[in-house]
């Protein structure tokens, strides 16, 4: 005898990162699921929730998706939180079945602030930006570069490459070192400049391995950082970061294999 599908059920996730804000769902998601035993569509109708507290934005989309999936989507945020809602299953179903002209232009609306401007589509495809129309296209409004006229980058050498050699527990090791600066300009603003130390491997130089992070079978071996950057203008802080980025991820990846035998 078949166990009976409850019409209702319901079940969420604490998405929340315990060593940053507690246990409280800042972050988390919702899956309410209703069962209707109607044979001329999908059996169920699911209703998806994810939700972002205490985050800073302004967002407003929503639209559908006439694939095998059948679903709508919306989405809105305001500062101190985020709401995101899927509607898959039977309502969406039976709108594409009997909507079909309107289903060939499946897509979203979507008008959100970030990073200074703001980003407006009228109605294009969910997953791509390969639109024609220009109703279709993502526009963007830099707020910023029409006030305060559009930002140059540039980079300059500040001291000639110095061979470093700095500790680690197995041993010594050498990298090549040298300082730059860099600035951003606007027409109507002050400048912004930025000292970095570069680290780098060059020629025979080797840096200290860890673990790889074996997401895949192309990330089984050891990895090393062979070149970064550090907002510092001493190379003897820029060793020092890079030790400690190599001992952290020692910590989470593992050791390499010449010091894990």
């Not at 059920?9 to 209707?36: C, I, M, V, Y």
Request: aromatic share 18%.
């Amino acid at each position: 005898m078949e166990e009976a599908v409850p019409k209702f059920r319901w079940h969420w996730q604490n998405l929340t990162k315990e060593d940053s804000r507690g246990k409280l769902p800042w972050n988390g998601r919702a899956w309410f699921t209703f069962n209707h035993n109607d044979p001329s569509c999908r059996n169920e109708t699911s209703l998806n929730v994810e939700w972002y507290l205490g985050r800073t934005g302004l967002r407003l989309d929503f639209g559908y998706q006439a694939d095998y999936e059948n679903t709508f989507k919306f989405s809105f945020a305001l500062p101190g939180i985020q709401l995101y809602f899927t509607l898959e299953g039977a309502p969406a179903y039976k709108f594409v079945r009997y909507n079909e002209i309107l289903c060939k232009h499946q897509g979203c609306f979507s008008f959100y602030a970030h990073a200074n401007a703001l980003w407006l589509k009228l109605w294009g495809d969910i997953w791509s930006e390969n639109n024609k129309q220009w109703w279709q296209k993502t526009h963007v409004f830099h707020i910023d570069d029409f006030f305060l006229g559009k930002e140059t980058y540039t980079s300059v050498e500040a001291s000639e490459k110095k061979v470093v050699t700095f500790p680690m527990p197995e041993g010594m090791y050498e990298c090549t070192m040298w300082a730059t600066q860099s600035i951003r300009k606007r027409p109507r603003w002050f400048a912004k400049i930025q000292n970095w130390v570069e680290v780098s491997f060059e020629n025979d130089q080797k840096p200290p391995r860890f673990a790889g992070k074996g997401e895949n079978s192309w990330d089984q071996g050891d990895n090393g950082i062979w070149g970064t950057s550090f907002a510092t203008e001493s190379f003897f802080d820029a060793a020092n970061k890079y030790v400690d980025m190599v001992l952290k991820y020692r910590k989470r990846y593992g050791n390499p294999r010449e010091l894990a035998k």
